[in-house]
């Protein structure tokens, strides 16, 4: 049994899109596909055409709810608002008058 797994992040550059991937996967038989879904035109479309031949899909971050995709991984709000607030706190001193975070 082979597996290939292929992380595409930012700052890679690539000449392939979302949906090149897409179709290369599918094209492939993966066994499965983990997507950051950028809601790129037609990549719905492909995750419906991945689920219909048995390629379990889950989208990450960003989610395709109108897709068939198996599910939804994201951060939690709560979470997120804790990890900020950490962050302000390691930075804001008495003497710290206005703190902007982008």
Known sequence: MMTILELRGSGRESDYSKLDYMNMSIASNSDGIILQ??????????INEAVQKGIPVV???GDAVHSKRQSFVGV???????????KVAEYVTEDTEVFLFC
Not at 37 to 46: D, F, H, N, P, R
Not at 76 to 86: A, I, M, P, R
């Open 37 to 46: 879904y950028s809601g790129e035109q037609g990549l719905e479309a492909k």
């Open 59 to 61: 989208t990450v971050m």
């Open 76 to 86: 939690s709000d709560y979470q997120l608002e804790v990890f900020y607030g950490e």
